[in-house]
């Protein structure tokens, strides 16, 4: 696992611009080597599955590599695992909370990744999250010739992987790099995927910063349970931190009106934060406005290029 020193951060945060876009340089240099071991791999495996926990970046890194596989001249159908669950008055007893594989409706999807691979038009589905239910479906075009990409936190489960194994390059995505204090305090992984959600959470669904941080109990649970074992079905692994990010995300979250009444200090330590938040009080924020519209941290603080 990847460790950096905070000191260095705030060392080449002299130069913003300069800063972020080497990181982002970085970031291109993973899609393109990810890219190749897919492409190497055709025909023989047309399917790409893509997974990581909540707050990886997986969305916006699934949509990268499908417009940098597309400047190729590849066809590529990309299908979200999240618009694949079943209606909540559909699902069996296995299916106790939202990041249990038995959520999804796999055999609807398979069936549609296997009609887009034979060149078929597949009636993809889209989830109403509001009503708990299927809310229509969008018609989709295959190909023979089509790289297939799924994404989904459950797309190296064997209950989805293992029928379409030797079809298919797993690829998992999450941050990895830990980031170490001046007093040698780690900032681990996990608390960034935090930091990424309160924003996200907070700007797209309306969700305090408390009430993040108290459904990350139950969404580190589903790591641990549905997730983390699966990372042996990835022959790509992609650490999807930007060595710049925590300085846009202190930015973010500390201009929440919420901030300071949400997080007190108490409540911080009880969560394990403690470390994070004075990371984050005590960096620069990021200005520079050249983050560009397709870059993963766009996923969380908004202002992307891609819809999600």
Not at 60 to 67: E, G, K, N, Q, S
Not at 249 to 263: G, H, M, R, T, V
């Amino acid at each position: 696992m990847r460790v950096i020193d905070i000191a260095d951060i705030i060392y080449n945060m002299r130069n913003e611009t300069q800063f972020v876009l080497r990181c982002e340089e970085v970031f291109h240099d993973k899609i393109s080597a990810a890219a190749g071991t897919i492409l190497s791999a055709q025909p023989r495996k047309p399917f790409v599955c893509l997974t990581g926990p909540s707050g990886s970046g997986k969305t916006t890194t699934a949509m990268r590599l499908r417009a940098y596989l597309e400047n190729l001249g590849v066809k590529v159908c990309l299908l979200s695992m999240d618009n694949f669950f079943l209606s909540i008055d559909e699902r069996p007893p296995e299916a106790d909370d939202w990041e249990s594989p038995y959520c999804v409706n796999r055999p609807l999807l398979l069936d549609t990744i296997d009609k887009l691979s034979r060149g078929e038009t597949a009636q993809v589905p889209w989830y109403d999250f509001k009503s708990g239910k299927t809310g229509g479906f969008t018609p989709m075009e295959g190909s023979a010739e089509a790289v297939i990409i799924a994404e989904g936190i459950h797309m190296l489960n064997p209950l989805l992987f293992d029928p379409i194994r030797d079809r298919a390059t797993g690829v998992y995505v999450a941050p990895r790099t830990r980031l170490i204090t001046a007093d040698d305090r780690i900032v681990h992984p996990e608390q960034v995927r935090v930091a990424r959600r309160m924003i996200r959470d907070y700007q797209g669904r309306g969700h305090s910063l408390r009430e993040t941080i108290l459904r990350a109990k139950s969404v580190d649970r589903g790591e641990v349970q549905y997730i983390a074992p699966n990372k042996r079905n990835a022959v790509v692994h992609i650490d999807t931190f930007h060595d710049y990010e925590l300085c846009i995300l202190a930015k973010y979250l500390l201009q929440i009106p919420q901030f300071a009444e949400d997080l007190d200090d108490t409540f911080i330590e009880e969560n394990g934060l403690t470390v994070l938040m004075d990371v984050v009080k005590g960096l620069p924020p990021l200005q520079t406005p050249y983050v560009p519209r397709d870059s993963v941290v766009r996923e969380f603080v908004g202002g992307s290029v891609f819809q999600y």
